[in-house]
């Protein structure tokens, strides 16, 4: 299937009356079909698997901002870290100490968001609030640890509800979590500014609440067969 290039242009569109960045979801889909968006201008894509990324990567222009948005494992942080854009997935002190070491590595700084469970569901990752002031605090007690990394801000996902107003409420709830804590622990650093909610389903919900970057794959790239 096309590529949606109208979709791309509607959605960038809307996107830049909220101010708000679009990380375009390309996990499982071809390097023709990343070509097609990078040649309408798209510079952000995301990938959810570290293999499948770096062989993208491999091949692709390096002017690419790769995004990695799936669940990380600890032992894989070290393909990626040189050359990684941001890591939206972050939910243990213990993924996030990794990542810094293999930042400090390579000589940089990796820019991080912490994932906070705003869903019902059980099963999505994420931390809740407690978890994430004990991460803060660790970092606050050893920041030369993490030296190799950059918090830039939130990502969450909503449950998987036609619920609108289910969602707008997990939506505003992490806005109103990532302004707390803003105030309380990054008041200096400009970096920590990122809310990463919202997908092809729900980024309209996000943007009104205050999303800075989406993350949208099927509307552009059409459905994923996971069985090919
Ligand atoms: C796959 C994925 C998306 C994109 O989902 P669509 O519904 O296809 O837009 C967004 N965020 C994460 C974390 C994903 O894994």
Known sequence: MAVNLSAYQHITG???????SLVAVSKIKPASDIMQLYNAGQRIFG???????????????????????????SNKVKYIAP??????????GKLLLEI????????????????IHIAEEETKFGLNEDELNELLATLAQSPDKFAGVR?????????????????????????????????AH????????????GMSG??????ESG???VRIGSMLFGARNYNK
């Open 100 to 115: 810094s070491k293999q930042g400090i590595k390579n000589q940089r700084r990796i820019d991080c968001l912490l994932q």
């Open 211 to 213: 999303a800075t970057l």
């Open 186 to 197: 990054f008041a200096n650093e400009d970096s920590f500014k990122e809310l990463s909610i």
């Open 151 to 183: 918090i830039c801000g939130f990502m969450g996902m909503a449950t998987n509800t036609d619920n609108e107003a289910q969602i707008s409420k997990e939506f505003h709830q992490l806005k109103q979590l990532f302004e707390r804590i803003k105030a």
């Open 47 to 73: 990938e959810n698997y570290v293999q499948e990324l770096l062989e993208k990567q491999g091949v692709l222009p390096g002017d690419i901002q790769w995004h990695f948005i799936g669940h990380l494992q």
């Open 83 to 92: 050359f990684v854009s941001m890591i939206h997935g972050i939910d243990s």
């Open 202 to 207: 729900d980024y309209k919900l996000a943007l």
């Open 14 to 20: 809307e996107l830049s009356s909220f101010g708000a």
